[in-house]
């Protein structure tokens, strides 16, 4: 039988693929966010009972047309909450991050495929607006 890596041996790749969606979302880098989303992937939200589903195209889209935080001055803010392995190739990674004015947390689905480790699901939630 041979060895799996363990999640701990993969973290520091799973970890890098934070980091990209945390510049990309800082930079409103979309090159970026194509690196670390894969192109099915869907987001999505919850506001006063109301299920709002994106596919990760139309959200691209709203990010590539906004000032980005890094334009206007805005130091990244962001952090890791807590990472879930469900396997040696698929886990949930609980972020929070600041956007302009806005505060996020995120519960981004990553799995290991053939081109790395890739959100293929995204479910957020605005937390506070400064």
């Avoid at 039988?1 to 701990?8: E, I, N």
């Avoid at 698929?90 to 053939?114: I, N």
Wanted: hydrophobic share 45%; charged share 20%; with cysteine.
């Amino acid at each position: 039988m041979a060895c799996k890596p363990s999640p701990m041996t993969r973290e520091p790749d799973l970890l890098a693929a934070v980091d990209v969606y945390f510049r990309a979302l800082h930079a409103c880098d979309v090159t970026l966010l194509d690196s670390v989303f894969h192109p099915a992937s869907t987001l999505f939200d919850v506001d006063e009972g109301v299920v709002t589903v994106d596919p990760y195209p139309a959200w691209r889209e709203v990010v590539a047309n906004r000032p980005s935080p890094a334009s206007v001055g805005q130091e990244r803010l962001d952090e890791i909450v807590s990472v879930a392995w469900l396997s040696d190739a698929a886990a949930t990674v609980h972020v929070r991050l600041r956007v302009l004015q806005s505060v996020f947390v995120d519960h981004l689905s990553f799995v290991d495929g053939p081109d790395g480790w890739q959100i293929v699901n995204k479910v957020w939630h605005l937390e506070s607006t400064l």
